[in-house]
């Protein structure tokens, strides 16, 4: 029923900035909790950041707290993540997510994106 699309992935040099977007197909965008997650070469998919519905409340892992923002439009079906301070250990693939419920645990969401690239060089 959702259809997500990550962009604005890219290389840039530690201590830069990136903002993805993850823009998404359906009507009933409004109703889904998102999260972004993150995966690196050789390591488990992790959770990142998620927003309510409303976009009310946001949650951030330990790891990106205070560097990473979270935010959504529901009027233009799109949720984003703002990336300052950036740290080689954030090297990953980001994907965006959809759920009912507002959780962390990757295995609770349906809906994913392709995934978008993200390399920070030292």
């Known amino acids: 029923q959702v259809q997500l699309v990550e962009s604005g992935g890219g290389l840039v040099q530690a201590g830069g900035s990136l903002r993805l977007s993850c823009a998404a197909s359906?009507?009933?965008?409004?109703?889904?909790?998102m999260t972004w997650f993150r995966q690196a070469p050789g390591k488990e998919r992790e959770f990142v950041a998620a927003?309510?519905?409303?976009?009310?409340?946001?949650y951030y892992a330990d790891s990106v707290k205070g560097r990473f923002t979270i935010s959504r439009d529901n009027a233009k079906n799109t949720v984003y993540l703002q990336m300052n301070s950036l740290k080689p250990e954030d090297t990953a693939v980001y994907y965006c997510?959809?759920?009912?419920?507002?959780?962390?645990?990757?295995?609770?969401?349906?809906?994913w994106g392709q995934g978008t690239q993200v390399t920070v060089s030292s």
């Open positions: 359906g009507r009933t965008f409004g109703s889904y909790a």
């Open positions: 927003i309510s519905r409303s976009g009310g409340s946001t």
């Open positions: 997510a959809a759920s009912l419920s507002y959780n962390i645990l990757p295995m609770t969401y349906k809906y």
